[in-house]
């Protein structure tokens, strides 16, 4: 028999539920009390942490500057692409793929791929959703535009902001590239610089810099807006050299090539090329070399060095024009020190000594300096600390010398190590009147204004002993017993000095010993008689240098990037 509940029964579970309804109620009052009062919940501090999550969870746009070159062309930029897919079966949305056929048809004429491959992938009975591959990737704006007008039931895209770069080969290492990562302290999705400029200025060109300083001062924004940079480079200048180095490293194989154009009176740096070098855009290449050797690599600089010992020992009043000595061979210490040649040229004055390059003549003047003097002269000109030039992994070099038979060879640029960067800063002495330049990639910041401010670092050389030695650098090239005869151009007055580093064995003391394990380098100052340009090549071992010399080589580079830069002024 069934029992029908009785008029008490059904006031006790009212009253019951009435009392659980009531404690329930209290307990969300006190709770939310607590919440209001202590704002905390499980020992979470919800003040803090709400200030720790309001940075990134509420960004919704992120724009990377923009990278100019100095004349306002674009290196690097934002883009938007997109990745297509096709829906073929869902349970939430009425579009999807109709006619297969038909859709295979259409996308082949934008994809690189077959109409019966798209086919097969559309047929894809396990599938509710397909990509397409390499081919459905990096979709342009206007193909995406093109496709969408075709109006194929199921085709969606899905958009990607991502760094395109103008050019897959422009200065590579120094500009770097940016990817996209995911940033845990901002809580969204970021272009992230990885090496060169992009990884230096990182801060600036994300707007993350900017972003941190608008939250300390209470400021509250929804997005990232990071700077645009303005480079120094020229980018007609430098798609000339980057042509010009490929043609020389496919020729004659080198371990690495570089070179470097610097207008003298700024210190801006205008073009800056390497090999082997790498594809920004797809970054081929980048397992080969990752370092930019501008700012990352040291090397013996060689003879080169010489037109500071010379400049130097002028100044000082060590030597007076027309003196001479002898050349061939130097006892330094316990060694002897000889020229290139072995056996010198006789009785030669100090000055015709640079235009043969004799190691002789430049260990005869910091012997009358004396060494410890000649590496006080190295330090105040920048070598052996870095030049803070905000690039990233940037070498300080070594100017440690483990004895004095070392500083006075250091004389012909041997027994210490420099990056380019610190030389070309040193450099900028013989064709800047003695004062010293500070090397500058960076031509202005957000404003397409030209605020350009030149360094000048000092002026460790006076201006009479620069036009000295930029003078007997014109001998070099002009005179016949000059080593930089393959530099005389028929275009413009050349001022060079070559050099002829040797290079440390690897797998034990001394140096390599075949006939092309060198540095060759050469440093040139054009037009000669008020310099604008300072250019600065520099190759290691060409493995297939074709029975032509060092400098041979370098001229092939040399001279037809020189006459570029002079018809084009």
Same mark, same amino acid.
């Given at each position: 028999?069934?029992?029908?509940?009785?008029?008490?029964?059904?006031r006790?579970?009212?009253?019951?539920?009435?009392?659980l309804?009531?404690?329930?109620?209290?307990?969300?009052?006190?709770?939310?009390?607590?919440?209001?009062?202590?704002?905390?919940?499980?020992?979470?501090?919800? +003040?803090?942490?709400?200030?720790? =999550? !309001?940075?990134?969870? *509420?960004?919704?746009?992120?724009?990377?500057? #923009?990278? $100019? %070159?100095?004349?306002?062309?674009?290196?690097?930029?934002?883009?938007?692409?997109?990745?297509?897919?096709?829906?073929?079966?869902?349970?939430?949305?009425?579009?999807?793929?109709?006619?297969?056929?038909?859709?295979?048809?259409?996308?082949?004429?934008?994809?690189?791929l077959?109409?019966?491959?798209?086919l097969?992938?559309?047929?894809?009975?396990?599938?509710?959703?397909?990509?397409?591959?390499?081919?459905?990737?990096?979709?342009?704006?206007?193909?995406?535009?093109?496709?969408?007008?075709?109006?194929?039931?199921?085709?969606?895209?899905?958009?990607? +902001?991502?760094?395109?770069?103008? =050019? !897959?080969?422009?200065? *590579?290492?120094?500009?770097?590239?940016?990817? #996209?990562? $995911? %940033?845990?302290?901002?809580?969204?999705?970021?272009?992230?610089g990885?090496?060169?400029?992009?990884?230096?200025?990182?801060?600036?060109?994300?707007?993350?810099?900017?972003?941190?300083?608008?939250?300390?001062?209470?400021i509250?924004?929804?997005?990232?807006?990071?700077?645009?940079?303005?480079?120094?480079?020229?980018?007609?200048?430098?798609?000339?050299?980057?042509?010009?180095?490929?043609?020389?490293?496919?020729?004659?194989?080198?371990?690495?090539?570089?070179a470097?154009?610097?207008?003298?009176?700024?210190?801006?740096?205008?073009?800056?090329?390497?090999?082997?070098?790498?594809?920004? =855009?797809?970054?081929?290449?980048?397992?080969?070399?990752?370092?930019?050797?501008?700012?990352?690599?040291?090397?013996?600089?060689?003879?080169?060095?010489?037109?500071?010992?010379?400049?130097?020992?002028?100044?000082?009043?060590?030597?007076?024009?027309?003196?001479?000595?002898m050349?061939?061979?130097?006892?330094?210490?316990?060694?002897?020190?000889?020229?290139?040649?072995?056996?010198?040229?006789?009785?030669?004055?100090?000055?015709?000594?640079?235009?043969?390059?004799s190691?002789?003549?430049?260990?005869?003047?910091?012997?009358?300096?004396?060494?410890?003097?000649?590496?006080?002269?190295?330090?105040?000109?920048?070598?052996?600390?870095?030049?803070?030039?905000?690039?990233?992994?940037?070498?300080?070099?070594?100017?440690?010398?483990?004895?004095?038979?070392?500083?006075?060879?250091?004389?012909?640029?041997?027994?210490?190590?420099?990056?380019?960067?610190?030389?070309?800063?040193?450099?900028?002495?013989?064709g800047?009147?003695?004062?010293q330049?500070?090397?500058?990639?960076?031509?202005?910041?957000?404003?397409?204004?030209?605020?350009?401010?030149?360094?000048?670092?000092?002026?460790p050389?006076?201006?009479e002993?620069?036009?000295?030695?930029?003078?007997?650098?014109?001998?070099?090239?002009?005179?016949?017993?000059?080593?930089?005869?393959?530099?005389?151009?028929?275009?413009?007055?050349?001022?060079?000095?070559?050099?002829?580093?040797?290079?440390?064995?690897?797998?034990?003391?001394?140096?390599?010993?075949?006939d092309?394990?060198?540095?060759?380098?050469?440093?040139?100052?054009?037009?000669?008689?008020?310099?604008?340009?300072?250019?600065?090549?520099?190759?290691?071992?060409?493995?297939?240098?074709?029975?032509?010399?060092?400098?041979?080589?370098?001229?092939?580079?040399?001279?037809?990037?020189?006459?570029?830069?002079?018809?084009?002024?």
């Amino acid at each position: 028999m069934r029992k029908f509940k009785t008029n008490s029964d059904t006031r006790k579970n009212v009253t019951t539920l009435a009392f659980l309804s009531l404690a329930v109620g209290v307990l969300l009052i006190l709770r939310f009390g607590q919440l209001m009062i202590n704002k905390t919940v499980n020992n979470i501090d919800l +003040v803090e942490y709400g200030q720790n =999550n !309001d940075m990134g969870s *509420s960004i919704t746009e992120a724009r990377r500057g #923009t990278i $100019f %070159d100095q004349n306002g062309q674009p290196i690097a930029m934002d883009t938007t692409s997109y990745s297509m897919y096709a829906v073929l079966n869902s349970s939430w949305d009425d579009n999807e793929v109709v006619d297969t056929d038909y859709t295979a048809r259409v996308l082949s004429n934008y994809l690189d791929l077959t109409q019966d491959e798209i086919l097969t992938i559309l047929l894809n009975p396990d599938a509710n959703q397909v990509e397409f591959g390499e081919a459905g990737k990096n979709i342009t704006p206007d193909t995406k535009t093109l496709i969408d007008n075709e109006n194929l039931p199921g085709i969606k895209f899905d958009s990607q +902001v991502k760094r395109q770069y103008v =050019n !897959d080969y422009f200065a *590579s290492h120094l500009i770097g590239y940016a990817v #996209t990562e $995911f %940033d845990e302290e901002l809580n969204t999705t970021v272009l992230k610089g990885q090496i060169g400029i992009e990884s230096g200025l990182d801060g600036r060109l994300s707007g993350i810099d900017q972003y941190k300083t608008n939250l300390d001062n209470n400021i509250q924004a929804d997005y990232l807006s990071g700077d645009d940079v303005y480079l120094t480079l020229d980018s007609r200048l430098q798609n000339f050299m980057e042509d010009l180095l490929d043609i020389n490293y496919k020729r004659y194989q080198p371990e690495e090539v570089s070179a470097y154009l610097v207008e003298v009176e700024t210190g801006r740096l205008l073009t800056a090329a390497q090999r082997p070098s790498f594809n920004l =855009n797809t970054r081929e290449g980048i397992e080969q070399k990752w370092t930019n050797m501008l700012v990352e690599e040291a090397f013996e600089p060689g003879s080169t060095i010489k037109i500071l010992t010379l400049a130097t020992s002028y100044d000082l009043g060590l030597y007076q024009p027309g003196e001479t000595f002898m050349s061939g061979e130097v006892a330094v210490y316990d060694q002897i020190v000889r020229d290139y040649n072995l056996y010198g040229w006789g009785e030669i004055t100090f000055d015709e000594g640079l235009s043969r390059s004799s190691n002789v003549g430049v260990v005869k003047l910091v012997e009358r300096m004396g060494e410890d003097k000649w590496v006080q002269v190295l330090e105040e000109l920048g070598f052996g600390k870095s030049t803070q030039s905000g690039l990233p992994n940037e070498t300080e070099g070594s100017l440690q010398f483990d004895n004095p038979v070392s500083k006075i060879m250091s004389s012909f640029g041997q027994g210490f190590a420099a990056s380019p960067i610190q030389l070309l800063q040193a450099y900028t002495t013989i064709g800047n009147d003695g004062k010293q330049m500070k090397i500058q990639y960076i031509d202005r910041m957000k404003s397409s204004q030209n605020t350009f401010e030149s360094e000048v670092l000092g002026q460790p050389i006076t201006e009479e002993a620069a036009d000295h030695v930029l003078g007997l650098m014109v001998n070099t090239v002009e005179e016949s017993y000059g080593t930089a005869q393959d530099f005389k151009n028929q275009t413009v007055n050349i001022a060079a000095k070559t050099g002829t580093a040797q290079i440390a064995d690897p797998n034990g003391n001394g140096y390599l010993t075949g006939d092309y394990d060198y540095y060759f380098s050469v440093v040139a100052f054009f037009p000669a008689e008020d310099p604008e340009f300072m250019l600065y090549i520099s190759m290691k071992q060409p493995n297939n240098p074709q029975g032509r010399t060092g400098s041979q080589i370098l001229s092939e580079i040399f001279h037809p990037f020189v006459e570029n830069v002079m018809i084009n002024q």
